[in-house]
């Protein structure tokens, strides 16, 4: 059977990722209220399209793949933009980009070794996903001055980092636990 591609999970996704060079162009021209604004109307869709997916039975793997390009494209350029302009200290964005390169290359590294791929999200790294958004409105409602979070950025900014360490630890371990098991039923496979 066919997957129906064009639905309305799919187009809030491909919308978000549409959104980035917005949200990129209004940080380049410190137009921090609506780039705070439209950064957090494609962060909330993020939620809306995955429970409209599940909802309307409309789950794709096209989807799955958009939302995902969707979210990384979204979170880097926000968060790259936002070190560059010295909203974010470089500490931060390394442990975020370093944790999010362990788990690309854990992934095509499992991908080669057994020939398929199966990301299944954990917790963890939904709630890193979470907090970085929390992080990135946060630090954009601020420049904006629509909230006062001077007081609580710092605290934010550590949080992120240990979730994003922790996270990153955490796919080091699925990686090699799985890897370790692929290995072992290619030896143990009768020849």
């Known amino acids: 059977m066919r997957e129906r591609v064009l639905n309305l999970p799919n187009i809030i996704s491909v919308l978000r990722l549409v959104a980035v060079p917005g949200v990129a162009w209004l940080i380049l ?23 409209l997916a599940r909802w309307l ?25 936002l070190t560059q302009a010295g909203a974010i200290p470089l500490w931060v964005t390394l442990a975020i980009l370093l944790r ?5 290359l854990g992934a095509l590294s499992y991908r080669g070794l057994a020939g398929h791929l199966e990301i299944h999200p954990t917790w963890l790294g939904k709630t890193h996903m979470f907090a970085e958004f929390v992080l990135l409105t946060a630090v954009l ?8 979070v001077d007081a609580w950025l710092m605290p934010l900014f ?13 796919y080091v371990w699925i990686w090699g636990t799985k890897a370790r098991r692929e290995r072992e039923a290619v030896r143990l496979k009768p020849r």
């Open 29 to 51: 021209q410190q137009r921090w209220e609506a780039a705070c604004w439209l950064f957090l109307a494609a962060a909330v869709s993020d939620g809306i399209d995955g429970l």
């Open 57 to 81: 039975n409309q789950m794709t793997q096209l989807g799955a793949a958009l939302d995902t390009i969707a979210d990384k494209a979204l979170g880097v350029v926000t968060l790259v933009m």
């Open 100 to 104: 999010d390169s362990i788990i690309v």
């Open 141 to 148: 409602a601020g420049l904006g001055g629509l909230l006062a």
């Open 158 to 170: 550590a949080g992120v980092f240990v979730v994003a360490v922790m996270s990153g630890v955490q």
